[in-house]
């Protein structure tokens, strides 16, 4: 009797403890809905002011649509330095007990926001004025050349064309004088967000960007030790084959060449050093319908985009290019400076792949999940078909060769996308180095720093009795801080989702001249596997959920290292 008694009594205490689990479960989630909603509210329109106001600024210039960009960006940021807001994010998170998955998501990428934001509004004001008056200096620049005021894109060109070297220096030199004019605002710049990051627990905001982006900050170190050791030996052959070429054609020795030689302002990109001209198959082109054409092929409409977009020179506009979803609703616009060559084919089809991307996520879901998985698996989108430029099967499906010619360049415009991608891949080696090495200490000889790297990775010679802040004229360690390491986790994405689609969809072992082009179910994959889920699936989940496996370096060294 007395054993039943016990074993009633202990029945009833697990009931009672359930039940005030289940209570206690369910009074936290009408909290975090009913905070959800307050959110909702504030941060949705006011996102939509600022995006519109930073777009805004972006094609003007002006010192007035930059100071309006800068005050609703403030006004922005500030909703997610609440004290209160945070401690109930954190409470709710503390307890563990969130068994809603999209509620437990939402919550999830709620707190990372809140809590890079848990620092004094004075100092958030101070970080964002420097951040948009550095920008600011950086649209407004034009390299001064011989007495001629040169756009970045007349920069390029002329570092692609002339086989001047007194020229190419002076023009490379020019584009390097932004430097000293924003090098020290940069590094003080750096020193704020530091403190914001120790502030808030982290070691530095290197490391506070990318744990609060879901990523390891050793997990990404490792993997890019391992992509070094993957390409280094390749890239080491191609380096001395575009020496060779470099050297004939400007009637130097290999030993001469310097960085003003390598046809790009950072050698970010291949020099042209292989018997096919890509640029000549779009001298003569409508790159924008071309774009169009492409996109709709696969039934991924951007017509609403190109009406929104930007897509042409203007005096004052940023010259740079980029995609912005101004409601989380479908508004979807590109900025781009547009001419036909094949760098601009290139980048609107890669700008566009970012657009079908935010256009394409569920509109169901909750307003905090609908952007990408991740960033960079946004940019294995936009890398996944800005690759098609130099794809002669993509050229030939869009009308621009014949069969004939295809085979004719086929090797060759393999060799080209071969040798970019294996030029970007060092080149990204020394960004994500050098950024993380400038937050762990900003005070050291950042100069040398920028040069030793870039003679590791890079393997250019740095030139003699050169002291200047040339690593400061790359825009993005000012206005994408710790970010450019994504760029090459989205080239590695986007060759797995080119293997999965070309294995499954396609039905083919040709992995390396796919176009996709008219295959539409290639089109409803991504939407349904990749865009559609948004931000609610973590991004290693997503990826598994769409290929079969989590990110993997495999298929980029399949298809550009062996």
């Keep these: 009797m007395k054993r039943t008694i016990n074993l009633l009594l202990s029945l009833i205490a697990v009931v009672l403890i359930t039940s005030g689990c289940g209570n206690k479960n369910e009074k936290m989630e009408k909290e975090l809905k009913a905070f959800i909603a307050s959110w909702e509210s504030r941060v949705e329109p006011l996102q939509k002011a600022a995006y519109e106001a930073y777009w805004n600024a972006s094609i003007s210039g002006k010192d007035e649509d930059y100071a309006r960009s800068e005050e609703l960006q403030f006004q922005l940021n500030s909703i997610y330095t609440n004290k209160d807001d945070f401690a109930l994010l954190k409470r709710i998170k503390d307890a563990g007990v969130m068994n809603d998955t999209l509620l437990k998501r939402q919550l999830d990428v709620l707190y990372s926001a809140y809590l890079g934001n848990q620092i004094d509004t004075t100092l958030l004001a101070k970080r964002i004025k420097m951040e948009v008056e550095i920008e600011k200096k950086y649209s407004n620049f034009r390299a001064d050349v011989d007495g001629k005021k040169l756009s970045d894109n007349e920069i390029e060109e002329l570092l692609k064309t002339s086989v001047n070297s007194t020229e190419l220096k002076a023009a490379w030199e020019g584009h390097k004088k932004i430097g000293p004019v924003v090098a020290n605002d940069i590094i003080e710049l750096v020193k704020v967000r530091n403190e914001i990051a120790k502030q808030l627990g982290f070691k530095n905001y290197h490391a506070m960007s990318l744990e609060l982006s879901e990523q390891n900050p050793d997990d990404i170190s490792a993997l890019f030790d391992e992509l070094d050791n993957l390409t280094r030996d390749a890239f080491t052959g191609l380096k001395d084959e575009i020496d060779t070429y470099l050297a004939n054609r ?309 298809q550009f290292v062996n």
Excluded at 276 to 299: A, F, P, R, W
Excluded at 372 to 398: C, K, V, Y
Excluded at 506 to 524: I, L, M, P, T, Y
Aim: aromatic share 14%.
């Design 250 to 558: 400007l009637k130097i020795n290999k030993d001469q060449l310097m960085p003003w030689h390598y046809q790009n302002r950072f050698f970010q990109e291949a020099p042209a050093i292989y018997s096919v001209d890509l640029d000549k198959y779009y001298k003569e082109q409508n790159i924008e319908k071309l774009t169009t054409d492409y996109y709709t092929s696969i039934g991924l409409d951007i017509s609403d985009m190109l009406a929104n977009s930007d897509l042409y020179e203007k005096p004052g506009k940023n010259q740079h290019a980029y995609c912005i979803d101004i409601d989380n609703k479908g508004d979807v616009r590109i900025l781009c400076n547009i001419k036909p060559n094949y760098n601009w084919m290139n980048t609107m089809m890669h700008e566009f792949g970012h657009g079908v991307y935010d256009k394409y996520i569920d509109r169901n879901l909750p307003f905090s999940l609908r952007n990408p998985s991740h960033t960079f698996t946004t940019e294995a989108i936009a890398m996944l078909f800005g690759r098609m430029g130099a794809n002669p099967q993509w050229m030939q499906d869009m009308g621009l060769i014949d069969s004939t010619e295809k085979t004719k360049i086929a090797i060759e415009s393999f060799r080209v996308l071969r040798l970019e991608q294996l030029t970007f891949s060092r080149w990204a080696q020394v960004m994500y180095r050098f950024e993380k090495s400038l937050y762990e200490n900003p005070d050291q000889d950042l100069n040398t720093l920028w040069w030793d790297l870039v003679e590791k990775y890079q393997m250019i010679k740095r030139p003699a009795d050169r002291n200047e802040p040339d690593w400061a004229s790359k825009i993005h360690i000012a206005t994408s801080p710790c970010y450019y390491h994504n760029y090459l986790l989205g080239e590695l994405l986007a060759s797995q989702l080119n293997h999965y689609i070309t294995a499954n969809i396609v039905k083919s072992d040709d992995f390396r001249n796919q176009s996709f082009f008219g295959n539409k179910e290639a089109g409803s994959y991504l939407t349904d596997k990749v865009f559609m889920p948004g931000a609610s699936l973590y991004w290693n989940d997503m990826i598994e959920q769409a290929t079969g496996e989590k990110l993997t370096a495999r298929y980029y060294a399949d």
